[in-house]
């Protein structure tokens, strides 16, 4: 699909494009542990449950649109992370992915650290009590408040991101008398998103420090020769819903030749690097994501065969899992409102919520799937694309995908693994509301984000 837009919106040519779509699972009602959350199942009346509540009983005690959050789902993938990585490595959750005070207290108490990227990210992350020195400071222009408020609140580590931020983050650790643990983010060279890596539109970007031309050793030499800096390590983040690790071992690999090339000129050996997040996840059951066991040994692999090549000490390694750690363990819940059939096209499926709720469809054309989950239905598949309310042709939430052809006005669909970037990426457009976040635990379903309210809307607009 193409991204450029019309002066005046998307072309509806270019949003209404043939899709792709497989044909249609053998049985509809079969719901795909690969993409839903760990406790969902169907009841006896066949309407979807998640941590042993039914959806209706959701939708009438909470409204729709809503995401519903299985907890025990996430705080289970945060000990299979750490787990997998064991006690010589840190797991980061990339808190951008989705950020809640009771996000952090989970994550606090399953042992993950936590990377936030912006003043508001961190102000969540301390609030909900996670230790300082559990945080990382990620971003490619964080603000003079920002850095003075995390080198204040003692973060475990800032992650630099530019020639001209290991200055100020310098002059402001020695303000305060501290030496701030640093890591340098450098950009290797390779950018994979799920099954191709291109080694070459990297550098192009607004991220990191490159490798080339010498410039990440050139970024080295000055925070080494700057008192408030502690440098501890160098950071690298590939991309997005990798599912590939070839991506990784270059990444690892210039990585670790940049820690030889430090050792070779300034007598130190680095003690850590990360690699980033971008592990990716199941939005249909045509994905097949690795486990967490698998990524950690393939991961640890890698530096070590690289760091025994290089003759280096193997390094601390972290990770910064954002989207595979929340993103299966969420769905959104919307009310069908209108059914229009497209003779010899597909038929429109508007619900309550839309790119308000999920821009991921229409901001990278990404795909999800969507279930009938207030009853099941021996009904023939029907091709539909599930629409939203907004003004906009391009507000599409999934674009092509089977529900039963006896779909109504009233039912309840779900789309799976919305965990991630969608109540993060939420927007109030066309004055939506946004949806709340639902915790659903062990028969208890309880609000971590409220839905917002109109009165929210015209606090904000003072008139
Ligand atoms: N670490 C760094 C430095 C990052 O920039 C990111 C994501 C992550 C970790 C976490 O990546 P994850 O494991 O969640 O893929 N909004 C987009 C993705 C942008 C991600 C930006 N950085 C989306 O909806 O797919």
């Known amino acids: 699909m193409s991204r450029s837009a019309h002066p005046a919106g998307p072309r509806h040519a270019d949003v209404l494009t043939e899709g792709h779509y497989s044909a249609p699972a053998a049985d509809l009602n079969v719901l795909d542990e690969k993409v839903w959350a760990r406790t969902v199942t169907r009841d006896e009346d066949g309407a979807l449950t998640v941590g042993g509540i ?108 530019s020639f001209q931020e290991i200055v100020r983050v310098a002059h402001i650790a020695q303000r305060h008398g501290v030496r701030q643990r640093v890591q340098i983010r450098v950009t290797v060279g390779v950018e994979a998103h799920t099954h191709e890596f291109i080694a070459t539109a990297h550098e192009d970007q607004k991220f990191g420090i490159a490798l080339a031309d010498g410039q990440a050793a050139e970024a080295v030499r000055r925070a080494l020769s700057l008192d408030g800096l502690d440098l501890v390590g160098i950071h690298s983040h590939i991309g ?39 592990l990716g996840i199941a939005y249909t059951s045509e994905d097949d994501p690795r486990e967490p066991h698998e990524i950690a040994k393939a991961l640890s692999d890698i530096v070590t065969r690289e760091c025994e090549a290089a003759k280096l000490r193997t390094p601390r390694i972290s990770v910064e899992p954002g989207r595979a750690i929340v993103g299966p363990t969420a769905f959104t819940l919307y009310e069908v409102g209108t059914i229009k059939p497209l003779e010899g ?36 598949p029907m091709l539909v694309r599930v629409v939203g309310k ?71 607009d003072v008139g």
């Open 54 to 161: 039914a959806v209706a009983r959701l939708a009438e005690e909470f409204g729709t649109p809503a995401y519903f959050l299985d907890e025990s789902d996430f705080r289970a993938r945060c000990r299979a992370w750490a787990d997998a990585f064991g006690p010589d490595a840190d797991v980061f959750y990339a808190g951008k992915a989705f950020l809640s005070r009771a996000v952090v207290r989970w994550l606090k108490e399953e042992g993950l650290n936590l990377d936030v990227c912006s003043g508001g990210e961190l102000t969540t992350a301390l609030d909900a009590g996670m230790p300082a020195e559990r945080i990382a400071f990620h971003g490619n222009n964080k603000t003079v408040a920002e850095i003075e408020r995390a080198v204040e609140a003692g973060v475990g580590r800032i992650v630099l991101d």
């Open 240 to 278: 997005s819903q990798i599912f590939d690790m070839a991506g990784f071992e270059v990444s690892a690999r210039r990585v670790v030749q940049l820690l030889a090339e430090v050792r070779d000129e300034h007598g130190i050996e680095l003690p850590e690097i990360d690699l980033g997040g971008g």
């Open 345 to 380: 096209l597909r038929t429109y499926v508007s619900v309550d919520g839309g790119m308000s709720d999920n821009i991921r469809t229409a901001l990278y054309d990404a795909e999800y799937s969507v279930a009938l989950v207030s009853r099941t239905s021996d009904a023939e």
């Open 390 to 460: 907004h003004c906009e042709s391009g507000d599409i939430v999934v674009k092509d995908a089977f529900l039963p052809a006896d779909l109504a006005p009233g039912d309840l669909i779900a789309v799976p693994a919305t965990g991630a970037y969608c109540r993060s990426m939420a927007s109030n457009y066309n004055h939506a509301l946004r949806p709340p976040v639902v915790a659903v635990r062990d028969g208890e379903a309880r609000v971590i984000v409220r839905r917002e309210t109109e009165e929210d809307l015209l606090r904000l």
